[in-house]
């Protein structure tokens, strides 16, 4: 039972350049989601989702895109790299809560360390 | 709406005095609170979380969290810090049917040995 696992660890790219930050979890989770960590803000939910082939918006959407075809797998991708895009993200996972709140907090995976150039 | 503030943004503490860390939330109903660590260089980690019944809520690593709900506080307190509390800790509420998480900004602990 591996939990969340995210690769790559660390990546460096050029502004401009995409790419696709992997995240897998081997829990059945149904809800997924992606945070990006900065200094003094905390997290911020970029997208989530609540179970294959449903996907949504967070709080800062703008400039990645998720898909999720399989209940284990929720890539977030960058198109095109921007320097505003340097940051830690967090991918994470839980059971969907049922109607009236949810007993489930999510698990953390290692994080991605994300520098553009 | 749901939003949390942690006010204190680094708190610097000698080895085994005692730790407060501040947490307001803003929903008007139900709420899950929870509250997180993260050491340096790893992923965050629930230290305890509150969803019903007794307000005091213990977590681990001797950490305790009281639910004022007129005062929309989840503090995080802990009566003795060790050299190893050191890390930056997050406060995040869940209110009613939400579905995600809301983290406040972090408050980096640092604790002098």
């Known amino acids: 039972n591996a939990g969340v696992t995210q690769t790559p660890k660390f990546q460096v790219l050029k502004t401009g350049q995409s790419m696709t930050l992997q995240c897998a979890q081997d829990m059945n989770h149904e809800y997924m989601s992606w945070y990006r960590q900065d200094p003094g803000m905390g997290l911020r939910l970029i997208h989530y989702s609540v179970g294959a082939g449903i996907t949504d918006q967070g709080e800062v959407p703008n400039g990645y895109n998720v898909s999720r075809s399989t209940t284990e797998d929720f890539p977030l991708r960058l198109l095109s790299a921007a320097p505003s895009q340097t940051s830690v993200y967090f991918c994470a996972s839980s059971h969907y809560p049922p109607p009236g709140g949810s007993r489930q907090p999510q698990h953390f995976g290692d994080g991605t360390r994300l520098s553009i150039l | 709406a749901q939003s949390v503030s942690q006010h204190n943004h680094h708190v610097i503490l000698s080895e085994a005095a005692s730790l407060e860390l501040g947490c307001n939330y803003s929903?008007?109903?139900?709420?899950?609170l929870f509250w997180y660590v993260q050491y340096p260089g790893q992923h965050l980690q629930l230290l305890l979380k509150?969803?019903?019944?007794?307000?005091l809520v213990k977590g681990i690593k001797g950490f305790e969290a009281e639910f004022i709900k007129s005062k929309f506080s989840f503090n995080l307190r802990k009566p003795s810090v060790q050299w190893s509390d050191t890390a930056e800790y997050f406060c995040?509420?869940?209110?009613?049917?939400?579905?995600?998480?809301?983290f406040g900004s972090g408050t980096q602990l640092t604790v002098l040995p």
């Open positions: 929903y008007g109903g139900t709420v899950n």
């Open positions: 995040a509420v869940k209110g009613g049917s939400a579905r995600q998480l809301t």
């Open positions: 509150y969803f019903s019944g007794d307000p």
